[in-house]
């Protein structure tokens, strides 16, 4: 590889670092973008120039009432650029438009009767899309697809592997979403992806090590950061919580011999002991506007 795709390799991981900042953080200052990246006053100009002249910021005057030092412009991040955001659940699909800051711009949820199949998903979801292409978000600018599934998928294809409450082994969703969408596609584990969703908007901010456990349809999942990376092993499937063995001393305690904690804890297990009907909590949860994946625990040590 020559210098000059080295430089622009460079080049590239800075404009994305400048706008996961803006992302992240909102809107920031050059100054901050400076001091946070260690980049120089010019070159963090170039690279916001690069950025804006693509559509994706824009800067606004700096405050008026600054008296003191050179003013330095900030660096908004554009409304209007989304992604788009898939669950496929056993029981649900569930699809949003998410701008920077994890602004949700339009969400639409369809119950199934049936499990999906990948290929139906890959429709649907290019149905939504094509809908609001032409409709709400006809202004906007979709930039890709994100895929969170309740299975385990291999970090080095985005292949997944095994999702078992979905039936789907081995298969590249990221592919056909991208096929029937014409949008690229990335695809990650639904427990470790809503990990770092909490880290970075939800009730883990600030915190560089968090532990995070969720139940839904699909069972349970988990994630993990650590000094703020979100650990993920060797083949992407760690923090599969629902897969470890509890910790019961008395065999004749367990629901199933030699389970795991999915065998132990299951929604209907849980809807019989409270003694409440499945589709009566699931209707309660649906006229309040809560019936989704929920995190059962996030717990984090602060930075």
């Known amino acids: 590889m020559g210098s000059g795709a080295n430089v622009e390799g460079v080049r590239r991981a800075n404009l994305g ?18 001091q946070e990246t260690g980049l120089n006053r010019s070159t963090i100009g170039g690279l916001v120039t690069t950025l804006a002249e693509n559509g994706l910021v824009s800067e606004e005057n700096p405050d008026p009432t600054r008296r003191v030092g050179r003013p330095s412009p900030t660096v908004v991040a554009t409304e209007g650029i989304l992604a788009v955001a898939v669950n496929p659940e056993v029981d649900a699909l569930e699809i949003g438009a998410v701008g920077f800051g994890g602004v949700v711009r339009a969400r639409t949820r369809q119950e199934t009767d049936l499990v999906l199949a990948p290929e139906e998903v890959a429709a ?10 032409s409709g709400e978000l006809r202004d906007a600018r979709l930039l890709g697809v ?26 590249d969703i990221a592919s056909l979403i991208s096929e029937r969408t014409g949008l690229s596609a ?7 992806l809503g990990a770092v969703a909490e880290w970075l908007f939800g009730a883990a901010q600030n915190h560089d090590d968090v532990i995070y456990l969720n139940g839904g349809p699909s069972g349970i999942g988990g994630g993990v950061i650590l000094g703020g990376r979100s650990l993920a092993g060797a083949g992407g499937y760690a923090g599969e919580w629902g897969q470890n063995r509890p910790s019961l001393d008395d065999e004749a305690d367990r629901r199933v011999p030699g389970g795991v904690l ?16 499945d589709d009566e909590a699931l209707a309660a949860a649906h006229r309040s506007g809560e019936h989704r994946k929920q995190p059962l625990l996030a717990i984090g040590r602060a930075a």
């Open 262 to 277: 999915e065998d132990e804890v299951n929604r209907a297990r849980l809807f019989d002991a409270l003694g409440v009907r």
């Open 17 to 34: 670092e400048i706008l996961r900042l803006v992302h992240h953080r909102g809107p920031l200052s050059r100054a901050a973008l400076t």
């Open 124 to 133: 649907r979801v290019a149905a939504v899309v094509d809908e609001w292409r």
């Open 146 to 171: 994100g895929v969170a599934v309740p299975g385990l998928v291999r970090a080095s294809d985005g292949i997944v592997r095994n999702a078992p409450h979905l039936g789907w082994r081995d298969v």
């Open 186 to 192: 990335a695809v990650g584990n639904d427990a470790s």
